[in-house]
């Protein structure tokens, strides 16, 4: 399986979406016509795939980190109010 034309386009936007003017949030919407919760979402479904891998390991490997690291602090958070 091959990566689409927009499933590249959401790689080449993580990469470079410091250098767009305004917000990120603002950013999803005017390029891909989203909310900026379900272009999370169709973004952690394409970096769980081989071929986004494949396309640029450095980019996947750190989007994955840091969906990881955000999932932990979230549990740790639901585990605080949980012992109160």
């Not at 016509?33 to 071929?51: C, E, H, K, N, S």
Request: proline share 4%.
């Amino acid at each position: 399986m091959t990566l689409s034309d927009r499933e590249l386009t959401f790689l080449a936007f993580e990469g470079e979406w410091r250098r767009h003017a305004g917000a990120k949030e603002e950013a999803i919407r005017a390029e891909f016509g989203l909310t900026p919760a379900r272009y999370y979402q169709v973004l952690g479904r394409l970096i769980d795939t081989p071929d986004a891998l494949a396309h640029d390991p450095m980019l996947v490997r750190r989007l994955r980190r840091r969906r990881d690291e955000a999932a932990d602090r979230h549990r740790s958070r639901l585990g605080r109010a949980a012992s109160r």
